[in-house]
């Protein structure tokens, strides 16, 4: 079945630099790749998400980018904030029974801002 | 806040107890999904119901049962509760049945203690 690699597990970076979060896929059937921000204790919230028929979209201080061919995606956030701290999963949508889809999660990257 | 509503926020109960999870989706929602995150673990997909039929099933373990009623809102039921079980349990919601590109939208969670 589908399986979602999210690298690396634990994100450390200077407050101003840039972070990058990667996920793999494996099922080329996946249409639908959204990133969720979890902050301790709280909910997952969508933060921005690609579909297949598009390379690169972006948010502000946020981006993700899909390369179908190698089948991954990345998350890219630039001027990193404080606030920038949490837990973000990459998740991938693909086909399950009938015409359901179903989210595949990565197993998550704690992004850690440095003052 | 994401319009999914779950109760109760807390529960503390001792282990061979059955506890009884509640979740209200966002209005128009037919798709609800439960989630089990332990601490400091991802996110590990339980089980999605459609307008009140069963459409996935995750790793969830045959204590655990899980319905979705004719007016939307649905209970995951957790029984013979062991230490492990101990875990932050999250409702999503969407608007479809998992089609591509149906944004989910979290609840703020139950946290169960087992003792």
């Known amino acids: 079945g589908e399986n979602v690699e999210q690298h690396p597990s634990t994100l450390s970076v200077q407050e101003g630099d840039s972070a990058v979060i990667k996920c793999t896929y494996s099922?080329?059937?996946?249409?639908?790749f959204p990133w969720y921000k979890q902050e301790l204790g709280k909910r997952p919230q969508l933060i921005i998400d690609?579909?297949?028929n598009v390379g690169e979209k972006k948010d502000q201080r946020i981006a993700v980018t899909l390369n179908k061919t190698a089948k991954h995606f990345s998350l890219h956030i630039t001027e990193t904030q404080p606030e920038d701290s949490a837990v973000y999963f990459c998740a991938a949508s693909r086909p399950g029974r009938g015409s359901n889809y179903q989210l595949i999660w990565g197993a998550g990257t704690k992004l850690i801002i440095k003052p | 806040d994401s319009g999914v509503t779950q109760t109760p926020k807390h529960l503390i109960t001792a282990t061979g107890q059955r506890v009884t999870l509640r979740c209200s989706p966002r209005?128009?929602?037919?798709?609800v999904y439960w989630y089990q995150q332990s601490l400091d673990q991802g996110l590990q997909f339980l089980i999605q119901?459609?307008?009140?039929?069963?459409?996935a099933k995750g790793n969830i373990l045959e204590r655990f049962s899980a319905q979705q009623f004719p007016d939307l809102h649905s209970e995951l039921n957790l029984s013979s509760l062991e230490l492990g079980d101990s875990a932050l349990y999250f409702c999503?919601?969407?608007?479809?049945?998992?089609?591509?590109?149906?944004?989910?939208?979290f609840g703020e969670g139950s946290w169960l203690t087992v003792v």
């Open positions: 999503a919601s969407s608007a479809g049945q998992g089609l591509a590109g149906n944004t989910i939208y």
């Open positions: 099922d080329s059937a996946s249409n639908y």
């Open positions: 119901y459609y307008n009140g039929e069963e459409r």
């Open positions: 690609i579909r297949s």
């Open positions: 209005s128009g929602d037919l798709s």
